[in-house]
């Protein structure tokens, strides 16, 4: 193993591996690890051009008296007796004699470090097990390598971020992740540590990562390289605002996202969803957006208004606009093979390969294949169509569905991108497929561009995506696992997310019990970063399979307007719909924070108060903005719950105007139309 520096790298080589450790911005490293002539160039998420940084790079001898650096078998294959140190800012990668490495704050503190079981790290005896820190496996017959990265679990070691899991656990310390997509999970690698780093995998292929009592293992199981990035700073926001200069920062929000957004699914014609705009206007309710849910088309692929049911979407988008609505259109990567545009996509290679068996991806609605959003021409030919199509008519916000994509069955093996094999790039499928909406919109001239889209990985947020949650169940339960999700989507670095308000799959508006769920998913979702309804609402109306053009049409579910759910609820949400609008101010000055350093909007509560230990172990509120203490009812029956209030300022609870000392847990009322919310001292901002 020998140590050299290389500008203002620290190069570790061993063999034909080499590992290269240099400054990556502020207070940050970047790690790559090579077992190849050449350094794959693959920047994945690290994309933005950041802030040069001249580190210090300093060689120690150390005591060569220690029987661990003496002895001619040692000095023949080691750097003797020498520990290296590469400085930026307030993190120091420290590489001891074997090539081991350390991460060290500015105040000398150890963050993390490898993992290693070949000699013992105080006695300097061989150990038998023989397990490295980092190791890359050659796959037999292919230019790929199965990676693990190793480092050292400390019981004191709180983990937040990774993307959108449906689970439980805000904390996924003890978590097993697997890092890859699926419809309701999207893996974001970027995780915020209790011990004062950041830590980015930087890889996007399928693997998992694991956040063990024993040590925490990175895994990929086909890549080129190992690559990460870690930041390390004094607080959660400065290591967020690290990791945002590097992977880039969310847009300002559109003023129409800071609003209310109606959706279904799914309005089946162009006056349904007249209909329902007409008569929120005509009831004085706030709406900034409605949504055209999918099958709205003539087929998959054609990307395109069916005729019969939206004979002129032209006038529909007029009048909307003229009403204050945007219009939000359903776009699927989905290609049918009777699609018009099928035998063009498939001659031009813009649509993923199968490397063995049917080429189909999915068979709902249609025989189809996915388009290849990782190429070029790919995501230019989509865009033509959909701007030809959609943009043209006045539609300027899309929702790009199905951007896992969620194949059936999820054999992540048997795909080939543009990219490479889908193992080694999979997960930049939902960056690329906004990127070519984004990239379409901004050359249009379009300032403010705002996608809503079904998946995100690392570096998504620069795209303008708003990440929801996806194909939730309706109930308590999915409601407390989507509070999780969004904060840990936020802490990974995606600002911009939202649920279906009362969860998607099932939820009879005729049911008493779901009408309960809905209403409190409501208010809560008043106080989440964008504010809208969705959902199936089954039963699905019956009516008999009807064809157009032999193409299969989808039915709808039931109402899902605020007036749908008995007089008394709506009185409750039209209550939460003009908070909200109250609001508006807030929520601008809390995305205009989002797109200048990349703090999250909706954030757990040691964000904002990392100095009180017990605000690290609430799961069950957070901040929605640095002034607003957020405690969702997620039980069925509750009338009152304990609300935790971080030390270091008074509150003020919305809803009575007791004013209490922080450090201390309250009880708060919580009737049917009430959400438990705090107002930190010196807020002028009023909910009740």
Wanted: proline share 5%; glycine share 8%.
């Amino acid at each position: 193993m020998l140590v050299s520096r290389e500008g203002n790298k620290l190069i570790i080589g061993n063999g034909v591996s080499q590992v290269w450790i240099e400054p990556w911005g502020k207070n940050s490293l970047r790690v790559r690890m090579t077992c190849e002539a050449k350094m794959d160039d693959n920047d994945w998420a690290l994309t933005e051009k950041v802030e040069d940084c001249i580190p210090v790079i300093e060689e120690k001898e150390l005591d060569t008296t220690d029987p661990w650096y003496a002895g001619e078998e040692w000095s023949k294959y080691h750097s003797k007796g020498y520990e290296y140190t590469l400085t930026n800012g307030k993190i120091t990668a420290k590489v001891n004699p074997e090539g081991w490495i350390s991460f060290y704050n500015q105040k000398g503190e150890l963050l993390t470090e490898e993992y290693w079981r070949t000699r013992d790290r105080i006695n300097r005896f061989a150990v038998p097990l023989r397990i490295v820190g980092r190791e890359m496996k050659p796959v037999m017959g292919s230019q790929d390598y199965e990676l693990t990265a190793r480092f050292e679990a400390f019981d004191d070691e709180r983990i937040y971020g990774m993307g959108q899991y449906q689970e439980k656990s805000m904390n996924k310390k003890g978590a097993i992740l697997e890092l890859a997509h699926r419809n309701s999970q999207a893996s974001v690698p970027f995780m915020v540590s209790s011990r004062g780093y950041g830590f980015l995998w930087n890889n996007p292929a399928i693997g998992t990562a694991v956040f063990g009592t024993n040590k925490t293992e990175w895994y990929a199981k086909a890549t080129r390289k190992l690559d990460y990035f870690i930041t390390a700073g004094d607080t959660p926001a400065e290591i967020e605002e690290q990791y945002s200069a590097a992977t880039g920062r969310t847009p300002m929000m559109p003023e129409y996202g800071l609003g209310y957004w109606q959706c279904k699914l799914r309005y089946r014609n162009q006056e349904e969803i007249l209909a329902v705009a007409r008569e929120h206007k005509k009831r004085g309710l706030p709406m900034d957006a409605i949504v055209v849910d999918f099958f709205h088309w003539s087929m998959q692929g054609n990307f395109e208004f069916e005729k019969r049911d939206w004979p002129d979407p032209d006038a529909m988008v007029k009048e909307l606009k003229e009403m204050g609505i945007e219009t939000v259109v359903s776009v699927w990567p989905t290609i049918d093979e009777r699609s018009k545009n099928y035998g063009e996509m498939s001659g031009k290679g813009y649509l993923v390969r199968t490397d063995r068996g049917n080429g189909n991806h999915m068979t709902w609605m249609g025989n189809t294949v996915f388009y290849d959003p990782t190429h070029p021409g790919a995501r230019k030919f989509v865009w033509e169509k959909c701007k030809e199509n959609y943009y043209k008519k006045g539609i300027r916000i899309f929702w790009l569905d199905e951007a896992e994509p969620e194949y059936g069955p999820y054999d992540f093996d048997n795909y080939r991108y543009y990219a490479g094999p889908a193992l080694q790039c999979s997960n930049i499928y939902p960056v690329m497929y906004a990127k070519g909406f984004y990239d379409g919109l901004k050359e249009e001239g379009e300032e403010d561009v705002m996608s809503l889209v079904r998946c995100a990985w690392a570096g998504s947020q620069k795209y303008g995506v708003l990440t929801w949650s996806g194909d939730i169940h309706s109930s308590f339960r999915a409601m407390r696992e989507q509070l999780q999700a969004g904060l840990n989507m936020g802490m990974a670095g995606i600002p911009w997310w939202t649920s279906d308000i009362g969860g998607f799959i099932g939820g009879d508006i005729s049911d008493p019990a779901f009408k309960e769920l809905l209403v409190r998913w409501f208010a809560w979702g008043a106080f989440c970063p964008v504010f809208r309804m969705h959902g199936e609402r089954s039963p699905w109306y019956e009516r008999e399979q009807e064809f157009i053009d032999g193409v299969r049409q989808l039915t709808s579910g039931q109402d899902n307007e605020v007036w749908s759910f008995g007089e008394d609820n709506y009185e409750i949400l039209k209550k939460y719909l003009f908070i909200r609008e109250n609001l508006r101010d807030y929520v601008r000055e809390c995305m205009k924070k989002a797109s200048m350093t990349g703090e999250p909007v909706m954030r757990p509560l040691f964000f904002d108060f990392h100095e009180d230990k017990k605000s690290w172990e609430i799961e069950d509120a957070y901040m929605f903005g640095s002034d607003i203490l957020v405690a969702p009812v997620m039980e069925a029956g509750v009338e009152s719950r304990e609300v935790y209030l971080p030390a270091g300022c008074k509150w003020t609870e919305s809803y009575t105007g007791t004013v209490y000392e922080g450090g201390q847990t309250v009880n708060a009322k919580a009737p049917i139309d009430i959400i438990p919310v705090f107002i930190r001292e010196n807020c002028t901002h009023k909910v009740y």
